[in-house]
């Protein structure tokens, strides 16, 4: 696996887009007894990005604070 990493910049409603489609796929895989562990991995990430505070940035735009 490589180590470079991707930002994304997503608003409120994008986030919640992104942690329903890795649920359902991890819904899918645990029907097919499949391994979850790679979109496990992802959807923390997801969640703990959705749990930081936010904040507005100039234009008054909500934003997560960057790490």
Request: charged share 50%; net charge neutral; with cysteine.
């Amino acid at each position: 696996m490589s180590d470079e990493k991707i930002t994304l910049e997503l608003d409120k409603y994008e986030c919640g887009v992104i942690f329903h489609s890795l649920k359902d796929k991890r819904n899918q895989l645990l029907k097919e007894k499949q391994e979850t562990e790679a979109v496990d991995d992802v959807l923390m990430k997801v969640i703990e990005r959705m749990e930081e505070p936010q904040k507005t940035d100039r234009k008054g735009r909500w934003r997560r604070e960057a790490r």
